[in-house]
């Protein structure tokens, strides 16, 4: 689902900085990896870079068997659109929106029309129980609400990948291990899954851990998260 | 793109923080609501000024003796002089662009009460006038009629009452025609009652205070001779003038022995060069009007790219999620651009509402007024000029929204999740 070849990235700012050094990857369909490191070993770089937010200076991205190279705002944003979806967080809900508009709202960007998305936008409220909030707005949720509408949001347009970054950094343990219950069984239904945490009880939970170290890939780590139960809040 | 969708997209922004849209919207509304009430108050003066003149044609000429002030063909200089009656047929004849000419004089009397009806009296102007004389200066025939050609030919002792004047000496109700006035002491029968369209326009005293006498019955019972120092004339249309005035006057001093080159011996004046001057007053106070209902506009305009910039500086972060859940540049465009659009067109079709509405109201409230002498009636915009102002008020909302989309497109998906 994604291979990236030996990719690099340097930031030019008052002194460059060589971000990402060669990276190779591979991520295949239906997996399920975290990506872990210290601050500074580029892992949100790479995030970006996998959810086309950024580019690369060299180096091959393909994404779904495309190569994803030189693309221009609008491609960029229907790859964006059709097949990634984003977790944030901080959840990044639009404040004016009600849950179901904030949910519907990447449907509307694909011109679906607004009762087809409203529709749509209830049924992934209801999957993550939130059906009775739907007229509710972002202030008026809990944290680990809000994060499910986030993942409903994310959900919505039937992504390949889901790219979360930090997703329970703003959550206590007990809603973290919920919202990671939640992407278990998401990731259940076929959909590639990538977590960005610092968090190791989180990372556990997820089939491959991908340590990344100055720019480069230090070592992959197999887990086998079906020892480990979903239930339990994470230490 | 402007589906109802989009519409309602767009509504919850503006709608999201209702105190900021109001007062952004606040600068288009009051420069369109300034420009409305201007150009309506403009228009206002303008027809109660051009009102005023109601009764006068622009293209009228008015033509008065005096001494002459050069010698000539052995006459000395301040040689005392008039026209006569034949002048003014000569001038009929010479120039067929005459439209209406009429001399006219007046006649004073040593009593102070010189108009007498039983026992009533009162003091008024006493004018002699050519039937044509109701061409250049327009009154309103309330009773009876004007003095006619007959009433010259035969010289009859008739005579036309201004308004004021019949009211003095007549009750109220009481049929003036056929009645008798005593007019300097000489009796008259009453033709007419006539009203002049302004108080404020007129020639040697109002109608309204005039008693008017066929002109040569004038000459005849007042012993004044054939002597003419007075007339007015209206050209057609196509002859303005101030072209034709010099001819008229070179005319009238051949046939009396004057030097052509004589400036003081007739003289004139027009009313054309006094109507181009209302014209190009009002032309004037119309630009005013606009460059001040414009400028208020646009600094409600700048007003709005301005919020409108800090708008988009605040939503960095909603703009940036649109961005990575799927927005194109183009729906970003769109975006900044309606809202824009939205505001400006909404906040200026309230403020064209609203001014019209109260030029409306001004507008009934004075025509109620019931003095003659408004100088202020129908304070409307024209359609033309409210058409204008929609069409400057949508493009300016375009305008208003340009900035701010192009400050709102270089925000990148990335520029949101990295201002955690």
């Known amino acids: ?235 | 793109m402007f589906d109802f969708d989009g519409i309602h997209e767009i509504w919850q922004t503006i709608a999201r923080n209702k105190t900021r849209s109001l007062l952004t919207a606040f600068g288009v509304f009051w420069g369109i609501f300034l420009l409305v009430v201007l150009s309506s108050t403009g228009n206002g003066f303008e027809n109660g000024m051009m009102k005023q003149v109601e009764g006068v044609t622009p293209n009228t000429g008015f033509f008065f003796t005096s001494t002459t002030s050069e010698p000539y063909k052995g006459y000395q200089k301040g040689r005392s002089w008039s026209m006569q009656m034949s002048d003014i047929e000569a001038l009929k004849e010479a120039f067929p662009f005459i439209k209406a000419i009429s001399p006219e004089a007046s006649v004073y009397s040593s009593e102070d009460k010189n108009v007498v009806y039983g026992s009533r009296s009162g003091s008024f102007t006493v004018k002699g006038v050519m039937p044509e004389y109701n061409e250049i200066e327009k009154s309103k025939i309330m009773k009876g009629r004007f003095i006619n050609e007959t009433d010259i030919a035969a010289n009859r002792k008739v005579c036309l009452l201004g308004k004021k004047v019949y009211t003095t000496m007549f009750e109220r109700g009481e049929n003036p025609i056929g009645k008798m006035v005593k007019v300097n002491g000489i009796y008259f029968q009453v033709v007419g009652v006539a009203r002049s369209y302004t108080d404020n326009v007129n020639i040697n005293g109002s109608i309204d205070e005039s008693v008017i006498l066929p002109f040569t019955t004038m000459q005849q019972v007042f012993a004044l001779g054939d002597k003419i120092n007075f007339f007015a004339l209206v050209a057609d249309d196509d002859t303005p003038l101030p072209d034709i005035e010099e001819d008229v006057m070179q005319l009238i001093k051949q046939r009396h022995d004057i030097a052509p080159t004589d400036k003081d011996a007739i003289r004139s004046f027009n009313l054309t060069e006094i109507f181009k001057a209302f014209k190009g007053l009002f032309f004037g106070i119309h630009i005013l009007i606009w460059i001040v209902g414009l400028g208020t506009l646009m600094s409600g305009i700048i007003g709005v790219s301005n919020i409108m910039l800090v708008t988009v500086k605040e939503r960095t972060r909603e703009i940036g999620v649109r961005r990575a859940i799927g927005a194109k540049p183009k729906n970003i465009i769109t975006q900044v651009l309606s809202e824009s659009l939205l505001l400006t067109t909404l906040a200026g079709l309230v403020g064209l509402c609203i001014g019209v509405g109260i030029m409306a109201i001004v507008g009934m409230i004075t025509s109620n007024m019931p003095s003659d002498n408004m100088m202020f009636q129908d304070p409307y915009m024209s359609f033309k000029a409210a058409v204008l102002a929609t069409i400057i008020v949508i493009l300016s909302g375009l305008l208003a929204g340009i900035l701010p989309a192009l400050r709102a497109i270089q925000i990148k998906a990335i520029d949101a999740i990295r201002e955690e």
């Open chain 1, 1 to 235: 689902m994604i291979r990236l070849e030996k990719i690099n990235k340097t930031y030019f700012g008052a002194q460059p900085l060589h971000v990402l050094k060669g990276i190779n990857l591979h991520i295949k369909e239906g997996e399920m990896v975290s990506i872990m490191g210290a601050s500074g070993s580029g892992k949100s770089t790479l995030l970006n870079i996998l959810g086309i937010l950024d580019n690369y200076d060299s180096g091959d991205y393909y994404l779904n068997g495309q190569l994803v190279k030189n693309l221009t705002e609008n491609q960029a944003a229907d790859m964006r659109n059709q097949l990634i979806g984003f977790i944030f967080q901080s959840f990044n809900l639009i404040p004016f929106k009600t849950a179901m508009e904030n949910v519907a709202l990447p449907l509307y960007y694909q011109n679906v029309n607004r009762k087809k998305r409203n529709q749509l936008a209830l049924e992934y409220l209801e999957r993550f129980g939130l059906k009775e909030w739907a007229d509710h707005y972002p202030n008026e949720l809990s944290g680990g609400q809000k994060q499910r509408v986030s993942m409903a949001r994310a959900l919505v347009t039937h992504p390949k990948v889901i790219l979360a970054d930090e997703p329970t950094g703003a959550l206590d343990s007990k809603t973290s291990a919920e919202v990671m219950q939640i992407l278990r069984e998401v990731h259940q239904t076929g959909i590639t899954m990538i977590i960005v945490t610092h968090e190791r009880g989180i990372a556990l939970r997820t089939d491959k851990i991908i340590h990344l170290k100055d720019g480069v890939i230090e070592n992959i780590e197999i887990n086998n998260p079906e020892t480990i139960d979903f239930t339990q809040e994470i230490k």
